[in-house]
């Protein structure tokens, strides 16, 4: 089955300390991305990779931190200069040669820092 | 950056047609419209998209104005499963950016 899968779905981090969220993709898109989600609210662009060895600051990237080193893999570090890093983190790809070009989400990661 | 405003929330009968609206006033000629849901704590999904022609799949129908300053997503027949936060987006497609923007969509609550 082609998918986004992002690991694990529940995280329980201390205040101060970084950690590395997961995103795989099997669907042999190039671009990939990630977004967060406050409750009650939309989603906002953290980072996005439009090819390997690539990305781009979205519009929330302070605090956060990520590497595109294979085309499959788009991990995401938040790190403990967040201010506020508990949220509903969501991963996506698409390719702009498919006809649709349209953004495949993964289940996403609920982050909760204590 | 707001490019479209949806209500926030709307309630439909199961069985029944719901109408999901959305402005989109200063859409840009080579800005397309998408549809995506959430379902609660889900990824979104992506529902249609189109340019000014009227689109159909089978998930829904999307009724873009002439002017193409607003547009309709039409599920013909809810069910308790569409019950979900919908997303009226506008994008570039085929962009080397790719983003979309996320507003906060407008919550549908179908009902028994």
């Known amino acids: 089955d082609g998918g986004i899968t992002q690991s694990p779905k529940y995280l329980f981090r201390k205040e101060g300390q970084n950690v590395t969220l997961s995103c795989e993709q099997n669907l042999n898109h190039d671009a990939m991305y990630w977004y967060r989600q406050d409750p009650g609210q939309g989603l906002r662009l953290i980072y996005y990779?439009?090819?390997?060895?690539?990305?781009q600051k979205g519009d929330i990237a302070e605090g956060y931190s990520v590497s595109r080193e294979k085309k499959e893999s788009f991990p995401l570090t938040v790190t403990s200069a967040q201010k506020n890093p508990t949220a509903f983190y969501l991963c996506a790809s698409s390719s702009p040669l498919v006809r649709t070009d349209t953004q495949y989400f993964g289940p996403g990661t609920r982050l909760t820092v204590l | 950056d707001a490019k479209t405003t949806q209500p926030p929330s709307m309630d439909c009968a199961e069985g029944r047609a719901a109408n999901l609206p959305c402005n989109h006033s200063t859409i840009s000629g080579n800005e397309y419209v998408y549809w995506y849901r959430q379902i609660h704590s889900q990824g979104p999904q992506y529902i249609i998209h189109?340019?000014?022609n009227n689109e159909t799949n089978e998930m829904a129908s999307l009724i873009i104005t002439e002017d193409r300053k607003s547009s309709t997503l039409i599920l013909p027949h809810a069910t308790l499963r569409d019950t979900a936060v919908y997303y009226c987006?506008?994008?570039?497609?085929?962009?080397?950016?790719?983003?979309?923007?996320f507003g906060r969509g407008t919550q549908l609550t179908v009902w028994p």
């Open positions: 990779s439009q090819i390997v060895n690539d990305f």
């Open positions: 189109g340019l000014k």
């Open positions: 987006i506008v994008g570039i497609r085929g962009s080397t950016l790719g983003r979309l923007y």
